[in-house]
């Protein structure tokens, strides 16, 4: 093998990294609004007014 030709087999399996690294932290950005508004859809379907989140003091 030439170094050309392995130099570009590790520039797609860079890139396939890269994008699997961005897909994976789309998706778990994706989940965590998804399971906040399902919280906040769950609390207003209850009946509840104040479904605002409180965050504790630190």
Do not use: F, Y
């Amino acid at each position: 093998m030439s170094e050309s030709e392995d130099g570009g087999s590790r520039r797609g399996a860079l890139i396939g990294l890269l994008v699997a690294v961005v897909m994976l932290g789309a998706g778990l950005w994706l989940a965590h609004e998804l399971t906040a508004a399902s919280k906040l859809q769950d609390c207003l379907m209850s009946g509840r007014t104040n479904c605002n989140v409180i965050e504790p003091a630190r």
